[in-house]
């Protein structure tokens, strides 16, 4: 029987403090740490960029046609 195991590789805050947000990045193997303030604007884009994102890695599939 296989086992998997699950690494954490890379954890993700986005902030928002007094109407700034701030994209935290940690490295977890390397134990690094990187952020960036991020536009309002493309906050409000995210659920897009996700959504576009899983459709680019996971395609639906083809449908049949009759």
């Not at 490295?27 to 680019?56: E, G, I, N, W, Y």
């Amino acid at each position: 029987m296989e086992t998997s195991t699950q690494t954490l590789l890379f954890a993700a805050e986005l902030i928002e403090e007094n109407g700034t947000h701030t994209l935290v990045v940690q490295d977890v193997r390397r134990d690094t740490v990187q952020s960036t303030p991020v536009p309002k604007a493309m906050v409000d884009k995210l659920p897009v960029f996700l959504s576009a994102l899983v459709a680019k890695l996971h395609p639906a599939p083809a449908r049949n046609r009759w």
